[in-house]
C-alpha cells in the first residue's frame, strides 16, 4: 500500500509542477509552434515569461502572474513559455535563468528585459507604463519592426541599409529561387550581437556590390526569429549564417571573412564566376561612346589598323585578344570599344595617337578625363602587363586633349568582310585627237 501512495503522491507532484498555467487562466501559453503567430506578428504588447517547471521562484510568481494577466486582459497580452520543455525559444531569447519576463514591444525583434517587482501590482504597473510610452511613440510617427535596418538601432559605415533587400518567408522563394541573380543571404537573429556587429558591414557591402555588379549580384537578410520557414528550410542553427543562393543550385555556405571588404570580394568573385564578358563594341557613334563610357570605370579603346592593312582575318584576330581581355578582367566592369584607323580622328588625336602606330590602345577615365595609352605589344601578354599596371594604380597618364570627350562621328559598321580597293574609273579616250599637227620651232 506504501509503495502505491508514494506512486500516486509522485504522479501528483510532476501533474501540479507540469500545470502551472491552464487553457483557464488569463495567462496564453506560448510554445514554438504559435509564438510568431502570436507574439512577434502582432500588434499588442507582450509581457512573456520563460519558466521551468521545477523551478520555485516560478511557482511563487504564478499566482501573481495570473492576477496581473486578468487584470490586464484586453489591454495588455499576458504569455507564459515552458522554456525547459521549449529550449529553442528560450535560447533564441538568451535566457539564462528563471524566471525572465521579456517586454515585446513596439519593435518585436527587440524585446526588453523586465527590470520590475514580481507583485501582481508591480508588474501591471509595469505594463501600463510601457503601455503609454508606446501610445506616445505611436502618436509622434515612431515605430517598431522587423526590418532588417533596425537590427541594431542604425549603424555606421558608408553604405545604405535600403540596398539589403529584406527577405521574408512569403518573398524569399519569388526573389531568391525564382530569379536570375546569385543571391548571399545572411540569416539573423536581431538580439544576437554578432549579427548587429555585421550589419553595417552588410549594408556598405550592399551598397557597393549593387553599383559594381549592376544589380546582378545581391545581398538580402532574413530575421531568423520571425521568419522561421524559409531559416528552418536551410538548417539555420546560429546567427549570423550566410549563405550563396544560386538558380537551379544547392546553397553554399559562405567561408568568407565578415569585414565589408571580405564581402565585396566574395560577391564579385561570384559575379565574375557568373556574367559573360562584356561585348567589344565597334564605335559608330557618339551614343556608343557615352553609353559605353560613362557607366564604367574605365572604358579600353582599341584602335586597330585600316581593314586593307589586315584583311578580316587580321582585324578579327586584334578583336579576339580585346574580348579575350574583356573576359579576364570582367570583374572591373569597364566598357570595351574598337574603332578603325582614319575613322575618328578627333578621338585619335586628342589621345596622341594621331595616324601611325596602329594597332594602338588607350584606358580612357571619363570622370577625370585622363587616359593612358598601351606601351606593349597589342597582345594578350602585352595588354595584361597594362592593364594591371592601371588595376594597382601604376602608369603614365594625361589629360584627355581639350580636357573634354572628343567630336564623334556617326560611321557605318564594320560588314565583318575584307576590304575592296576603291574601282578606278575608266575612261573614254576615242574621241580624243591626239595626231593634231603642232606647230613647231625649228632650231
Same mark, same amino acid.
Given at each position: 500500500? #506504501?509503495?502505491?501512495?508514494? /506512486? ?14 491552464? &487553457? ?6 506560448? +510554445?514554438?509552434? *504559435? ?5 512577434? !506578428? ?41 522554456? =525547459? ?11 539564462? /535563468? ?10 518585436? *525583434?527587440?524585446?526588453?528585459?523586465? !527590470?520590475?517587482?514580481?507583485?501582481? !501590482? ?26 532588417? *535596418? ?17 527577405? +521574408?518567408? =512569403? *518573398? ?83 567561408? @568568407?571573412? #565578415? ?27 557618339? =551614343? ?25 582575318? /587580321? ?23 574598337? +574603332?578603325? &584607323? /582614319? ?23 571619363? #570622370? ?33 586633349? @581639350? ?41
Amino acid at each position: 500500500m #506504501r509503495p502505491l501512495l508514494l /506512486g500516486v503522491l509522485g504522479c501528483s507532484l510532476v501533474l501540479s509542477v507540469h500545470a502551472m498555467y491552464s &487553457a483557464s487562466d488569463d495567462v496564453v501559453e506560448l +510554445t514554438p509552434s *504559435n509564438f510568431n503567430k502570436e507574439v512577434i !506578428q502582432s500588434d499588442s504588447l507582450w509581457l512573456v515569461e520563460f519558466y521551468a517547471p521545477w523551478c520555485g521562484h516560478c511557482r511563487n510568481l504564478t499566482p501573481d502572474w495570473k492576477k496581473a494577466a486578468t487584470a490586464l486582459k484586453g489591454i495588455v497580452k499576458v504569455g507564459a513559455v515552458d522554456a =525547459d520543455q521549449h529550449k529553442s525559444l528560450g535560447s533564441q531569447y538568451g535566457v539564462r /535563468g528563471f524566471p525572465t519576463i521579456k517586454v515585446f514591444g513596439a519593435d518585436k *525583434n527587440k524585446p526588453e528585459e523586465y !527590470q520590475g517587482g514580481r507583485s501582481s !501590482q508591480a508588474i501591471v504597473d509595469g505594463a501600463m507604463n510601457t503601455l503609454r510610452t508606446m501610445v506616445k511613440d505611436r502618436m509622434s510617427g515612431k515605430s517598431g519592426g522587423s526590418s532588417y *535596418n533596425r537590427q541594431s538601432g542604425g549603424g555606421g559605415g558608408s553604405g545604405s541599409q535600403k540596398d539589403v533587400v529584406e527577405l +521574408t518567408d =512569403d *518573398n524569399f522563394d519569388k526573389m531568391v529561387l525564382d530569379g536570375d541573380d546569385v543571391w548571399l543571404v545572411e540569416f539573423f537573429a536581431p538580439w544576437c550581437g554578432h549579427c548587429k556587429n555585421l550589419e553595417p558591414e552588410w549594408a556598405a557591402a550592399a551598397t557597393a556590390v549593387k553599383e559594381q555588379t549592376k544589380g546582378k549580384i545581391r545581398l538580402g537578410a532574413v530575421d531568423a526569429t520571425v521568419h522561421q520557414g524559409v531559416s528552418s528550410r536551410y538548417g539555420i542553427r546560429g546567427f549570423p549564417t550566410i549563405k550563396i543562393f544560386r538558380k537551379g543550385e544547392e546553397p553554399e555556405d559562405y567561408q @568568407g571573412g #565578415r569585414s565589408r571588404g571580405d564581402i565585396i570580394e566574395r560577391a564579385l568573385d561570384l559575379f565574375s564566376e557568373n556574367a559573360p564578358a562584356p561585348e567589344v563594341v565597334e564605335i559608330l557613334s557618339d =551614343d556608343v561612346l557615352k553609353t559605353t563610357c560613362e557607366e564604367s570605370q574605365l572604358c579600353i579603346i582599341g584602335v586597330l589598323p585600316h581593314i586593307l592593312d589586315t584583311g578580316a582575318a /587580321g582585324r578579327n584576330g586584334y578583336v579576339e585578344v580585346m574580348k579575350k581581355m574583356a573576359d579576364k578582367y570582367k570583374k572591373k566592369m569597364w566598357g570595351w570599344l574598337w +574603332t578603325e &584607323a /582614319g575613322a575618328q580622328m578627333d578621338l585619335e588625336a586628342s589621345l596622341g595617337i594621331g595616324g601611325f602606330g596602329y594597332p594602338a590602345m588607350a584606358a580612357i577615365n571619363t #570622370r577625370k578625363m585622363k587616359f593612358a595609352l598601351l606601351k606593349g605589344s597589342f597582345s594578350e601578354t602585352g595588354i595584361h602587363e597594362f592593364l594591371r599596371e592601371l588595376s594597382v594604380g601604376r602608369g603614365s597618364t594625361a589629360t584627355l586633349g @581639350g580636357g573634354n570627350m572628343p567630336k564623334i562621328h556617326t560611321v557605318e559598321a564594320w560588314d565583318g568582310k575584307d576590304g575592296q580597293l576603291p574601282v578606278e574609273e575608266d575612261y573614254d579616250l576615242s574621241d580624243i585627237d591626239l595626231d593634231e599637227d603642232f606647230e613647231k620651232d625649228e632650231l
